[in-house]
């Protein structure tokens, strides 16, 4: 059964600091990973898809990478902003698409 | 191109009143998910089917019934509306292992049970 845990839960940081949102899975037979961010009462919005045979994706401000060896992805936010905060979740897409808990981010001002 | 699209977007329900939350996409994925959300909880697999007439339980099935008749559709039934149910649902779909494997989602049914 794939398990994929994400570090940390929630998340705090002054506005313009770069950050690293973690995401571990644990069977490597993925199609893809991707990263969606969701606003509270929203619904979810793609960020980042990344297929197994890739190693990153970049998307302005955003950089994910894939290490599929080690069942682990990383989404890094460069120069946060407050409209950053948001729930960050990640999905792992094999026989079905398993979602992380979620990483909740606040900006501060 | 109009991606998944989800009807209701909001109901409420009386306890053992029934419903079937509607799901639609139009780019041809033979994956379709069902997930509901808990307030401040992730999202959780209700059911999933991998293609037109077939379905398979997720995490939690209990109290819920799909089914996949075409590969556009994909109904998620409740037949005794419980107070548990209340929850967010979101219904998507991606077509895993082809060129376009990206997930996309519905907005999203509100579901009060009372």
């Known amino acids: 059964k794939q398990e994929v845990t994400q570090i940390p839960a929630a998340l705090s940081v002054p506005e313009g600091e770069n950050l690293v949102l973690n995401c571990s899975f644990t069977?490597?037979?993925?199609?893809?990973l991707q990263w969606f961010r969701q606003d509270p009462g929203k619904g979810l919005t793609s960020l980042l898809l990344?297929?197994?045979?890739?190693r990153e994706q970049t998307s302005g401000r955003l950089n994910a990478s894939l290490d599929k060896s080690s069942g682990r992805s990383t989404l890094y936010i460069a120069a946060s902003q407050p409209g950053d905060s948001a729930t960050y979740l990640c999905?792992?897409?094999?026989?079905?698409?398993?979602f992380g808990t979620g990483t909740q981010l606040k900006v501060e001002l | 191109n109009a991606g998944v699209t989800q009807t209701p977007k909001f109901r409420i329900l009386k306890i053992g009143q029934s419903m079937t939350l509607q799901c639609t996409q139009d780019?041809?994925?033979?994956?379709m998910y069902w997930y509901r959300q808990d307030p401040g909880m992730g999202l959780k697999l209700i059911y999933y089917?991998?293609?037109?007439?077939?379905?398979d339980k997720g995490e939690v099935p209990n109290g819920y019934n799909v089914s996949r008749s075409t590969t556009e559709d994909f109904p998620l039934r409740l037949e005794l509306a419980a107070p548990s149910q209340t929850s967010v649902y979101f219904c998507?779909?991606?077509?895993?292992?082809?060129?376009?494997?990206?997930?996309?989602f519905g907005q999203g049914t509100r579901l009060t049970v009372v």
């Open positions: 069977d490597s037979a993925i199609y893809n």
């Open positions: 780019m041809n994925h033979n994956y």
């Open positions: 999905a792992v897409v094999g026989n079905k698409l398993t």
């Open positions: 089917s991998v293609g037109a007439g077939i379905t």
């Open positions: 998507a779909s991606s077509s895993p292992g082809t060129v376009n494997t990206e997930a996309f």
């Open positions: 990344i297929q197994s045979s890739q």
